[in-house]
């Protein structure tokens, strides 16, 4: 870019109504070399349809129910599958886990604890 004016021809042709291609043609008669430069940077890019925002990273739900089940012949077990079934139908996170395999850390990290335990025989 030279710095110098555009020709009257250029303006013409401008998708602008005569008004408007006056006022900016005064405009740019205005500006030095170094505002001519920012406003075309700035035009082309205020053209650009913005980019969708970056998708977030989903934070990892954390369960609002803990099944906890104690079983022997398997009743509890299923009872705690059943119930599971259940919160989610209704969108309620939960974790389901053996006794066996339960850690202190599950018990610290419970909202809620429900526990499912069944005796046989004389229990």
């Known amino acids: 870019m030279t710095g110098q004016p555009l020709p009257a021809d250029v303006w013409a042709v401008a998708p602008l109504n005569p008004s408007l291609a006056a006022e900016t043609r ?14 075309s940077g700035y035009l082309a890019g205020s053209a ?14 954390r369960p609002l129910a803990t099944i906890l089940y104690g079983t022997q012949t398997g009743n509890a077990e299923r009872l705690g599958k ?42």
């Open 82 to 123: 059943r119930l599971g079934e259940v919160l989610a139908e209704r969108g309620i996170p939960y974790s389901r886990l053996d006794m066996m395999d339960c850690r202190p850390s599950h018990l610290a990290d419970a909202q809620t604890l429900l526990v499912i335990v069944s005796t046989q025989g004389e229990g």
């Open 26 to 39: 005064a405009l740019v008669a205005r500006l030095d070399s170094a505002q001519r430069l920012w406003l």
């Open 48 to 61: 650009v349809p913005a980019a969708p925002a970056a998708a977030a990273v989903p934070e990892p739900v």
